[in-house]
Structure formats: structure tokens, C-alpha cells
């Protein structure tokens, strides 16, 4: 079983950068695609980004693109979200994911093991 705690969340402004950290434990880290995904109030989950086993590829929402990073360490058993340029509508809940599906489901299939989630407002 296999246990995840996001941290990192926070308020920021516009424009702002902030960095999510997400924990594993109780299972083999490096054996597990990672993702993030996101739910806004009022809204259903969203994938965000996703990012492979050994950290080759990875795999991003189109309205994340080009400003948020996935990356993994799969020595301290941590996966990462960078998130640059933040927007208002970039505020939501973030929930990191374990499984084995890459890119993982939008729907989030393929991702078995879920976090309790880090609150990220921005404001404008």
C-alpha cells in the first residue's frame, strides 16, 4: 500500500511561481508512473501532468504546457510539480497520484493510489 502526502500549497499571486512536493512511502517509489491532478471548487477533477517510471517522459494538460514541470526523485521517493506564470483559474486543490498507466487517464484510470491533497490559491 502505498501512501502519499502532497505539501507545498499556498497563496500566491498572478504571475507567481510555488513548487508542490508530493511524498511516497510503503511501496517501491521507482516502480509507479506519478501524476498530478487538480479540482477546483465546483468543478470535476482535471489531470494536470504526468511523468514516467524513470522520469524519460513526461506528459502535460494543454492548459498547463509550457508553464508547469513534473519531475520525480526517485531516491527521496518525491514527484514535483513546478508551476510558473500562475493564473487565477490555476487555483485548486492538487492531488498526486500513483499507478501504472502512462500518460495516466484523464478520468485518472490507471492511477491507483491517491493523496489527500494541497490547496493552491492564486490571486489576481
Known amino acids: 500500500q502505498v501512501q502519499l502526502v502532497e505539501s507545498g500549497g499556498g497563496l500566491v499571486q498572478a504571475g507567481g511561481s510555488l513548487r508542490l512536493s508530493c511524498a511516497a512511502s510503503g511501496g517501491t517509489f521507482s516502480s509507479y508512473v506519478m501524476g498530478w491532478f487538480r479540482q477546483a471548487p465546483g468543478k470535476e477533477r482535471e489531470y494536470v501532468a504526468g511523468i514516467k517510471r524513470s522520469g524519460s517522459r513526461r506528459d502535460y494538460a494543454d492548459s498547463v504546457n509550457g508553464r508547469f514541470t513534473i519531475s520525480r526523485d526517485n531516491a527521496k521517493n518525491t514527484v514535483y510539480l513546478q508551476m510558473n506564470s500562475l493564473k487565477p483559474e490555476d487555483t485548486a486543490v492538487y492531488y498526486c497520484?500513483?499507478?501504472?498507466?502512462?500518460?495516466?487517464?484523464?478520468?485518472?484510470?490507471?492511477?491507483?493510489?491517491w493523496g489527500k491533497g494541497t490547496l493552491l490559491t492564486v490571486s489576481s
Open positions: 497520484a500513483a499507478g501504472w498507466q502512462y500518460p495516466p487517464g484523464r478520468e485518472g484510470d490507471g492511477m491507483d493510489y
